[in-house]
């Protein structure tokens, strides 16, 4: 007895309908396969990512995360905690023009001396704006083989602020210098005013 005697009438016509193209193109067949194994590890991926929670949802207060319209000291709190920031004049450079006639577009450049390796060394540098939305506006990370701290970029400033480079140690100390730059022009959009 063979599979097709298990099975009616009905089901044997739609099988052969299925199976038709199959045997005359040989490329329907492979990517038929490619979709079926695709699908599969879709499955099994969501499947165990819901089974397994290799994740969490809505964390509400993760450090990694900004609020919308966050303040400036609710975002150094996050970061850095209760950790003090100590002053970096001599470790740290900060280069900024005093008027940026443009706040899409304002180079910035951190030029660090402290060390990327060793027992106490730069881990990460932040580039913070106080009157941004979010004020953190960027995070480089470094390691021995970065050979230094140094970061030229360009940031959207909303508006005349402060703007803070803050670098954290192994060891978690931090770092910071300010700068205070006027915006002519605004690069994005101003907080909400309280």
């Known amino acids: 007895m063979n ?3 298990l099975l009616n009438s009905s ?6 309908a299925i199976m038709e193209p ?4 040989p ?3 492979r990517r038929g396969f490619l979709r079926v194994v695709v699908g599969f590890v879709g499955v099994i991926v969501s499947a165990s990512n819901v089974l397994f929670k290799t994740y969490a949802w809505g964390q509400g207060g993760s450090s990694g995360l900004p609020l919308p319209d966050e303040p400036v000291e609710a975002t150094l709190k996050r970061l850095f905690g209760n950790r003090p920031l100590s002053p970096g ?3 740290l450079k900060l280069e900024l023009p ?3 006639e443009d706040g899409g577009n304002v180079a910035v450049t951190v030029e660090s001396n402290l060390p990327v390796s060793g027992a106490a060394h ?11 939305r979010r004020p953190m506006i960027a995070k480089f990370s470094f390691t021995p083989e970065s050979g230094r701290a140094l970061i030229s970029t360009s940031i959207r400033l909303a508006t005349t602020t402060d703007v803070r480079a803050v670098a954290e140690m192994s060891d978690g100390t931090l770092y910071a210098v300010s700068r205070h730059v006027r915006v002519t022009i605004s690069g994005c959009d101003l907080p909400p005013q309280s």
């Not at 199959?22 to 193109?25: L, Y």
């Open 27 to 29: 490329v329907v067949r």
């Open 89 to 91: 004049e001599g470790k």
């Open 22 to 25: 199959v045997k005359t193109t």
């Open 3 to 5: 599979l097709l005697d």
């Open 122 to 132: 730069v881990n990460h540098i932040y580039i913070i704006s106080d009157k941004n």
């Open 98 to 100: 005093l008027i940026a």
């Open 11 to 16: 089901q044997v016509g739609l099988l052969m």
